[in-house]
């Protein structure tokens, strides 16, 4: 896939609050998007993905959002607790790959 | 714990020196990935398996890089002559048919002295 980077680097939110991270990729071939978080120490986890036959798919407490449109996707957390802070990434296998291409990260930080 | 396995979790070796690293895949996993961390990046697409065969080789895995899975289920990575610029974290996932999320393991941390 082509590049897929991110808004902001860093995020900081009161706990209870809701918090919004952004995405936007460049390959509009693009189909299918991936959110991952990872903590200190450990691998990316899987949170939520998203084909781009859809605009919104729902989790538990999460939400992400696709704009083909403007190449955008965003993930939305509900109620963040102390234990969502951490790196979230999108990911994105690009149209006809298997290898993941990654953006740098947002560093979600929850104040208590 | 079925998840992704990956030894050793920490390997701190000399300049020059030759390490292997080893992943175990999520059992019903055929598709196997290697990736490289780098503090602050994201990670970075190293080589792809699916069974036995290895289909897909980033520009980043130079030829002191190889990568095995020989029996389509646990899969290595070795580097030969370890440099500085290897020092990150070495991540593994893996994936079933069809176009499904990457589980990760929680990756070895290389430290080249």
């Known amino acids: 896939g082509e590049s897929v980077g991110l808004h902001l680097p860093t995020l900081s939110v009161q706990e209870g609050d809701n918090s919004i991270i952004n995405c936007a990729y460049s390959n509009s071939a693009s189909d299918y998007f991936i959110w991952y978080k990872q903590e200190s120490g450990k691998g990316p986890q899987f949170i939520i993905d998203i084909r781009s036959n859809m605009d919104k798919r729902q989790g538990q407490r999460v939400t992400v959002l696709l704009n083909k449109t403007v190449k955008h996707l965003s993930l939305q957390i509900a109620a963040t607790q102390p234990g969502d802070s951490a790196v979230y990434f999108c990911?994105?296998?690009?149209?006809?790959?298997?290898?993941?291409?990654f953006g740098k990260g947002t560093k979600l930080s929850v104040i208590p | 714990d079925t998840g992704v396995s990956q030894d050793p979790r920490h390997k701190i070796t000399k300049r020059g020196q030759n390490v292997t690293f080893r992943c175990d895949p999520i059992s019903e996993h055929n598709r196997l990935y290697w990736y490289r961390q780098t503090l602050g990046q994201g990670p970075e697409f190293l080589t792809y398996f699916q069974n036995e065969a290895q289909l897909e080789k980033s520009r980043l895995l130079s030829d002191r890089f190889s990568a095995e899975r020989p029996k389509g289920s646990f899969s290595t990575l070795e580097i030969q002559r370890t440099e500085q610029g290897d020092s990150a974290m070495y991540l593994c996932?893996?994936?079933?048919?069809?176009?499904?999320?990457?589980?990760f393991g929680d990756g070895t941390r290389l430290s080249i002295l």
């Open positions: 990911a994105d296998p690009g149209a006809g790959s298997y290898q993941l291409t």
């Open positions: 996932a893996s994936t079933g048919s069809g176009n499904q999320p990457q589980h």
